[in-house]
């Protein structure tokens, strides 16, 4: 595995008409299920979605966005005790994993292998985008993929052969999340020298040039992320998860 390759890589947005032949897409899959899991348990599954009419469906829920409309294809990875508690109450065994904790071992196993699905097809010549308007749709999702009881969708890849060359974003230095034996209190001054080449990194002064604020955190809390759509979709999240016999 090259050092390489983790300093370079890119999300990509942009797909050529190539398709990705699914001999390809199932042995990525599987040499990711070698990803660690919750008591190998494999709490996951993934929806491999092609179809052109039911991409299309999917992609109206991740709001039409270029990744998943011009992708090959968009993988749905999904926390997923359903498999496992039927396994178990086959098995004469009663399972108790209609619960938070359940969820979260799910969820942790589900992002992993979403990880270990994204290096491994970028190492063999794909590129990936992750699609975090996931969470936005959760259920609209679930309902199109016919999600059963104790599966919820976690993660969404878009998938294809990437044509051009996309453009690196840029990343907090080392030292902003690396902390030794205890949790560093940096001061305001010491804070704010952390995120001061995030802040004038050209793309982000036109993107709050583009947006008419007065700072890049301002787009974020006003804009991108702000409090009240943060707070609706974590109702809609939680929902979700009661309905799916999580909570």
Request: hydrophobic residues 40%.
């Amino acid at each position: 595995m090259e050092k390489d390759y983790f300093v370079n890589r890119v999300s990509v947005r942009n797909f050529g008409v190539r398709h990705i032949e699914m001999e390809k897409l199932t042995d990525i899959i599987e040499r990711a299920m070698r990803a660690p899991t919750c008591g190998n348990m494999q709490l996951y599954s993934v929806v491999v979605t092609r179809d052109d009419e039911m991409k299309t469906k999917l992609s109206a829920m991740h709001f039409n966005q270029p990744a998943s409309t011009g992708c090959d294809v968009i993988l749905t990875i999904c926390a997923d005790f359903n498999r496992f508690t039927r396994w178990c109450e086959l098995s004469n065994a009663v399972p108790g994993y209609d619960n938070f904790h359940s969820f979260v071992s799910a969820l942790t196993d589900a992002v992993i292998f979403a990880q270990q699905i994204v290096t491994i097809a970028e190492m063999e010549g794909l590129g990936t985008c992750y699609l975090g308007t996931v969470n936005y749709n959760a259920a609209d999702i679930s309902a199109l993929l016919e999600l059963p009881d104790l599966v919820v969708p976690v993660a969404s890849l878009a998938v294809g052969y990437p044509i051009g060359t996309d453009q690196q974003v840029e990343r907090l230095p080392v030292a902003a999340v690396v902390h030794l034996e205890k949790y560093r209190k940096d001061s305001d001054e010491e804070l704010l020298a952390l995120f001061k080449d995030k802040e004038e990194c050209d793309a982000n002064k036109k993107f709050v040039k583009d947006n008419g604020k007065q700072s890049l955190a301002s787009v974020f809390t006003d804009i991108r992320y702000p409090k009240a759509m943060n707070e609706k979709v974590s109702k809609d999240f939680l929902k979700l998860l009661e309905s799916k016999k999580f909570l």
